[in-house]
């Protein structure tokens, strides 16, 4: 199914809404068989303006939770990134910068600091995006949570004043990110459900249309510039 802009949806129902007038106002010049049409027409236009409203609200919601994710990840002044330096630091100085426990760790933060990003989420870029978006963020949960399991083996020795880099509020920031993860997830596919849902909307107000316009051509009772107004418009 061909993808429509939201300006291009915006025109069609527009047009529709035109055309729905165009025939209201020669309703007496129509066949009675054009009736249940026209019905369907005026219906199938109330949807897809309702689908728009949805469509645009889940859009922003998805923005608003990936940007949450964003914040919890890189942008906080607790988020995820910024605690990588605090813990790599500590183990060094525990343990020296060239030991076993130093160098894994400094691997595994070097793992979530070169994981892709999300970019900034434009009117055309969610489909784009949203695969390597999840995998990113779910790789970056994954490689955090193998740091917290490494440092839970070194037991009492990882004891780090900052209790932003304690065990405790490792995983509950980790815990937070798994569930604003899923939560993109989430608002992703109902967006995309919502899209699927107009598509096929609009795929019907353009059948409705041709319908219309061939019944229109075949009544010889109706006017020639009215015909023309309405052979003219584009959904």
Known sequence: MRSCSESIYRIKVT???KLLTLLKENSSYLPENCKAVISELETTITIIKTQNTAV???KQLYSDAVENLKRIFIKRDDAIRKRLSGIGAFIKECFGKTSREALSISDSISQIRGANRIHNVGNSSIENNINQAYLSYTSQIQLFSSVITSLENLKNT????DET???LALKAIKKEAIQANDTVITIYSEYLLLKNSRAKACTRLSELTQEIKSMVKATSTIRKTE???IKNLKI
Do not use: V
């Open 165 to 167: 880099l304690s065990i």
């Open 158 to 161: 990882y004891t780090p004043f």
């Open 227 to 229: 015909f023309r107004l």
């Open 56 to 58: 645009h609200l889940k």
């Open 15 to 17: 047009n529709a809404e």
